[in-house]
C-alpha cells in the first residue's frame, strides 16, 4: 500500500557530487522521519542521514559535511545531496520512512527497493 522509490544512484568519480531522490506514495496519512541508509557489500545496513518531519537532522560522522538530506514534504519526497565522493561511499542507498497509513493506524517502517552509488575512477 506504500512503496518508496529510489532514483539517482549510479557511478560517480572520486570528488564529484550525487543527489538521490526517494518518493513516497501509496496509502499515507501523516509521514514521520524519513532516512537513508546505505550498506556496502560485506558490511552491515548503516545510518547515512535522517530527517524527521520537524526538520531536525541527523548524519553519520562519515559524511558530515560532504552530505545533506532534504524533504519535500508536500511531494513526501527525501533527497540526499552527497559532494567530495569517496570510494568508501559505494554502497546500495536506500530510503526509509516511518509512515502512518491511516489516522488509527500505528506508525509502521517502510523501505525502498535501494539504488547503487558506485564512486571509481
Known amino acids: 500500500q506504500v512503496q518508496l522509490v529510489e532514483s539517482g544512484g549510479g557511478l560517480v568519480q572520486p570528488g564529484g557530487s550525487l543527489r538521490l531522490s526517494c518518493a513516497a506514495s501509496?496509502?499515507?496519512?501523516?509521514?514521520?522521519?524519513m532516512a537513508w541508509y546505505r550498506q556496502a557489500p560485506g558490511k552491515q545496513r548503516e545510518l547515512v542521514a535522517a530527517?524527521?518531519?520537524?526538520?531536525?537532522?541527523n548524519y553519520a560522522d562519515s559524511v558530515k559535511g560532504r552530505g545533506t538530506i532534504s524533504r519535500d514534504n508536500a511531494k513526501n519526497t527525501v533527497y540526499l545531496q552527497m559532494n567530495i565522493l569517496k570510494p568508501e561511499d559505494t554502497a546500495v542507498y536506500y530510503c526509509?520512512?516511518?509512515?502512518?497509513?491511516?489516522?488509527?493506524?500505528?506508525?509502521?517502517?517502510?523501505w525502498g527497493q535501494g539504488t547503487q552509488v558506485t564512486v571509481s575512477s
Open positions: 526509509n520512512a516511518l509512515i502512518k497509513t491511516t489516522a488509527q493506524a500505528l506508525a509502521s517502517d517502510y
Open positions: 530527517m524527521t518531519s520537524g526538520g531536525s537532522t
Open positions: 501509496g496509502s499515507i496519512f501523516n509521514i514521520y522521519a
